[in-house]
């Protein structure tokens, strides 16, 4: 059984910074790309980041970069997401979902497995 565990979520001040994890487990992810979406209150849920789990090719949304940075640990199976810098408009449940290759990353529909999601609440 795949599962996809987040955690490191919580409250933190405006300008400060939150490590998000991912464990993994259930499959090998080989092939796989690995992405962190957000949901905003009362928004849609919305791409962040991706990176590759073989080649750790990375991307991600244009409200982040330079800020947050993803990377994976394929010893530990985890994936993570280094936030810096953070804004108030970075307030949402973070989730981890992982997608077979080849796949249009932006588009949560076409994820396989999903986490259950860790909530980021930055004040201002």
């Known amino acids: 059984q795949v599962q996809l565990v987040e955690s490191g979520g919580g409250l933190v001040q405006a300008g400060g910074s939150l490590r998000l994890s991912c464990a993994a487990s259930?499959?090998?992810?080989?092939?796989?790309?690995m992405s962190w979406f957000r949901q905003p209150p009362g928004k849609d849920r919305e791409f962040v980041a991706y990176?590759?789990?073989?080649?750790?090719?990375?991307d991600y949304a244009d409200s982040v970069k330079g800020r947050f940075t993803i990377s994976r640990d394929v010893g530990k199976n985890t994936v993570n997401l280094s936030m810096n810098s953070l804004k108030p408009e970075d307030t949402a449940v973070y989730y981890c979902a992982a997608a077979r290759v080849p796949v249009m990353f932006t588009a949560h529909n076409q994820y396989d497995y999903w986490g259950q999601g860790t909530q980021v609440t930055v004040s201002s």
């Open positions: 259930g499959r090998t992810f080989s092939g796989y790309l």
């Open positions: 990176i590759t789990w073989g080649g750790g090719s990375t």
